[in-house]
């Protein structure tokens, strides 16, 4: 009795079998597609020129390391008070570098990568410079913005 | 001498209102101070508990006559030195300013109807005007002015006005007011209060310009900031009028006949040109911005979320407050930069709903491609079904 | 739809033993009976669309107080396809309470529920209260106005239920009032605890069905057809056609997703819970204050976990499945009925 559906395969059977798997196929890409574009991952708005805080925050000759769109940016101030601010992403393995008063360069920890305080790449395996953000102090607050 | 106020122990046993009254009011107005008392204005003495406390030789006063009442309240309220010690936040200018007004100067010649102190601010009742019941809070002060100067048999020995108060209602400014608007202008914001002057024709521009600032530099860079003066005309009120001054936005700049330009330029062939650009600018901007904003309504009203709508509509406000000013300086190549920005603002709004009808217009087109396969799904399983039964029914057990 | 044709074994099923599977599935039968009999297959592919969409929404919801109802918004205008996905999960939710209750009203009415499947009665109901417990939180999470006053409203309704109320109301709001912790304890509950207990109890429930076949007692010798092909062919179509009508509610009948909540704001007028709490909503709103000595709500909120328990107690009350039962059944569908359609005027 329970074979009883074993019959010998008519063509209508086969064919409506075939329907059947056509379509649900079909209404799984329909479900599919809608998910597949939902949870693609969406681009970040950029928030713009960020304030990263008041010109007295950074002392003469230090490197700080703050967030840009959520993502860390050196801002190094010279001895004689200008600012310079880098992408703290290292340019070999995107580990977050950091600003070394006593030597006087950035080093990336992960792989000893070495950069210049002009962020161009001087020893170890970083391939290119240190990507340059551009900031302006307007009324005592620093603010960067991308290049 | 302090604390000791038998004037109104005594007088609140009398039996006489007229009597009785002041004394209830005074215990709860700003003067109930021990320090300032019924004799601070009454003079007598309050130590006295018979009749011989209103003795005329210790400069009792009974009731000071209109003309005397400034200068009893003065006494106080102008000496620094007292007020510092009462009540170091009040000013003591009113005296000064009021001597100077309008008010003042009428009162001093013997108006008995000229307001002086006691007519606005109260008399034994007097409460500060931070009070929401004092008469010069701001809430009330329209109707306190209003109450003298809409009576058109007071004002008859005057020969002025006495429409200011219902054209203020319906002006742009009093709507903003009743609407509870803390920046709208009631009377004195323009007029002062103690030194209640109407502002003429040389003055006006700088009552308006208080708050109106940037429209106020813009005119002064346009060409009838200097014709006016010429001539004598108010500023502002040549085109906006003062107590009903309309919305901006239905004035009319044109050439057409119950435009402003036309009742002074109706035959000067230069001046029209121009405003007829300019109308034709503003119009353009009216109409694209009135466009934008119902494009966000039906956008809204469909059910549709549109991300950025708020931000877009405010870009569009601010940018259409900013040609509004400008249009003072009456140069339509000044009209073209918040134009731009206008436009910006709007093709920002369109794009942004475009793009959310786009994305349903898309879902829709995806939702019937999805019906139409479930449909064929739905349908081959249902045949399938029916082909089981027939099978069946034709012998299989 | 594979090996529909029987002919020997495909690859892969001789590596799951098809043909095993396939011989128990065909030897099980079960009643041909109308639609009724496809409602907990019905359920349960809601339920799989609502931890579908849901697992999608979470992708993009913040749950805090500050962020939730933005976040939602951004889900609906910004992410493609955003407003279809939560659109799926509302309207599911709202239709898979709908099939809960059918499914137990048809339970009811052919007195399914007597012995020996109390077993699956009880599972079935445990997983109607989880349910209505993932729509109440649920409700909460877009922070919106309207899920403001539902959480307010309806967890201090449960602080009048009898012995367990001020732990409920307390438990309900995470805390004493409708605050942050609210939002954060009704998400906890909505996207882990519940839905984790929910799919524990559908195994369970399946298989006190499985091993008790829920034939009726009035039906026993009915026409029948095995579980594979025929009824799942029968039960693939009715799933087909529910996708369908969630889809087309998910398009055309857009839930709006509200104004975000601001407890300075007052209250929306003309707030209503949702429908499966209507007909309560309208007695409490037209019961005298007092009953019975007792408060009007309290009284009626036990009134109510009174009917809940007889429910419950069914298999125990009437062992037989009686036809009293069911009369009883549709008076009380038909009151409310008519209960929720008054609270709509």
């Known amino acids: 009795m329970s074979n009883d559906d074993r019959a010998p395969t008519a063509p209508r059977r086969d064919f409506l079998g075939m329907a059947v798997g056509a379509s649900a196929t079909a209404v799984a890409a329909a479900i599919g597609y809608p998910v597949a574009r939902f949870v693609e991952p969406r681009p970040m708005p950029s928030s713009g020129p960020t304030l990263v805080g008041k010109v007295e925050d950074f002392a003469l000759g230090t490197g700080k390391t703050v967030l840009v769109d959520e993502k860390p940016v050196l801002l190094l101030r010279s001895a004689d008070g200008h600012f310079r601010a880098f992408s703290a992403i290292c340019t070999h393995l995107q580990c977050v570098v950091g600003y070394s008063a006593e030597r006087n360069q950035i080093e990336c920890p992960c792989h000893k990568g070495v950069y210049s305080v002009e962020g161009v790449n001087i020893a170890g395996p970083p391939p290119r410079p240190l990507e340059e953000l551009v900031v302006s102090v307007r009324e005592g607050s620093v603010i960067v913005s991308e290049a | ?397 | 739809m594979m090996g529909t044709d029987g002919q020997g074994s495909s690859w892969l099923g001789a590596r799951i033993g098809w043909d095993a599977i396939r011989a128990t599935l065909s030897a099980q039968r079960v009643a041909r009976r109308n639609f009724s009999h496809f409602l907990g297959g019905i359920t349960l592919l809601l339920f799989l669309l609502e931890v579908g969409s849901g697992v999608l929404v979470l992708l993009y919801y913040r749950p805090d107080v500050a962020q939730a109802h933005a976040s939602l918004e951004r889900i609906v205008g910004e992410v493609p396809y955003g407003d279809l996905i939560r659109n799926v999960h509302a309207w599911s939710s709202d239709l898979l309470v709908l099939s809960l209750v059918a499914h137990m009203f048809t339970v009811v009415v052919r007195g399914s529920f007597r012995s020996p499947r109390e077993l699956s009665w009880w599972s079935g109901q445990a997983l109607l209260v989880l349910c209505i417990g993932l729509a109440f939180t649920g409700a909460i999470l877009p922070w919106s106005q309207e899920a403001y006053l539902q959480a307010r409203v309806g967890s201090e309704l449960a602080r009048y239920v009898p012995f367990v109320g001020n732990w409920l109301h307390h438990f309900l709001r995470g805390g004493d009032e409708v605050t942050s912790s609210t939002l954060q304890h009704a998400f906890g509950f909505h996207v882990a605890a519940l839905p984790a207990a929910v799919t524990a109890l559908i195994f369970l429930h399946l298989f006190f069905v499985q091993r008790r076949a829920a034939t009726t007692p009035r039906d026993d010798d009915a026409p029948t057809m095995p579980v594979y092909p025929d009824f799942l062919v029968r039960q693939a179509a009715a799933w087909t056609a529910t996708f369908v009508v969630v889809m087309t509610l998910a398009i055309f009948a857009q839930r709006s997703v509200g104004v975000a909540a601001d407890p300075r704001l007052p209250s929306v007028v003309g707030a209503r819970p949702p429908w499966y709490f209507l007909a309560f909503h309208h007695v409490v709103r037209v019961a005298p204050r007092d009953l019975l000595g007792m408060d009007g709500a309290r009284f009626l909120v036990a009134a109510m976990c009174g009917v809940g328990l007889a429910v419950v107690a069914l298999p125990l009350l009437d062992r037989r499945g009686s036809r009293l039962t069911a009369y009883l059944a549709w008076i009380f569908l038909l009151a409310c009925a008519l209960l929720s359609a008054y609270a709509l005027t």
């Open chain 2, 1 to 397: 001498m302090e604390g000791i106020n038998t004037c109104a122990t005594c007088h609140a046993t009398l039996t006489d209102a007229k009597l009785r009254g002041p004394a209830k009011d005074y215990v709860t107005s700003a003067h109930r101070d021990e320090r300032i008392g019924c004799v601070g204005c009454h003079k007598g003495d309050p130590r006295d508990p018979t009749v011989g406390a209103h003795a005329r030789a210790l400069g009792f006063i009974a009731h000071p006559a209109q003309s005397e009442v400034a200068g009893i309240c003065g006494g106080c309220h102008a000496d620094a030195d007292f007020i510092r010690h009462v009540n170091a936040r009040l000013p003591v200018g009113q005296y000064a300013l009021y001597s100077l007004s309008l008010h003042g100067r009428l009162a001093a010649g013997g108006d008995e109807r000229a307001p002086t102190c006691a007519t606005c601010h109260g008399k034994h009742d007097v409460l500060p005007p931070a009070s929401p019941k004092s008469p010069v809070n701001r809430a009330n002060v329209h109707k306190l002015c209003g109450g003298c100067h809409s009576d058109a048999k007071r004002m008859s020995p005057y020969q002025i006005r006495t429409d200011q108060l219902s054209k203020w209602e319906k002006s742009v400014h009093g709507l903003a007011f009743k609407k509870g608007n803390p920046n709208a202008p009631t009377c004195n914001s323009c007029h002062g209060a103690h030194s209640a002057t109407p502002p003429d024709a040389s003055s006006v521009a700088r009552a308006c310009g208080r708050c109106h600032e940037e429209e106020l530099a813009l005119f002064e860079q346009s060409p009838h900031s200097k014709g006016f003066r010429r001539r004598g005309l108010a500023e502002c009120v040549a085109c906006h009028s003062n107590h009903d001054v309309a919305p901006a936005s239905s004035l009319h700049v044109g050439v057409t006949p119950d435009a402003m330009c036309t009742k002074c330029h109706a035959n000067d062939e230069k001046p029209m040109k121009v405003a007829d650009t300019i109308a034709g600018l503003l119009r353009g901007a009216r109409d694209r911005s009135a466009a934008a904003r119902a494009t966000l309504a039906r956008a809204r009203d469909a059910g549709l979320v549109v991300p950025g709508s708020s931000f877009a509509l405010d870009q569009l406000s601010t940018a259409e407050l900013k040609l509004r000013a400008v249009v003072h300086t009456l140069d339509p190549m000044r009209l073209e930069a918040p134009i731009a920005s206008i436009d910006r603002a709007v093709a920002e709004a369109e794009k942004l709903v475009s793009d959310v009808e786009t994305t349903r217009k898309t879902e829709r087109r995806g939702y019937y491609v999805a019906l139409t396969v479930a449909g064929l799904l739905f349908l081959s399983l249902l045949l399938k079904s029916l082909e089981l039964d027939r099978r069946r029914r034709q012998g299989t057990p």
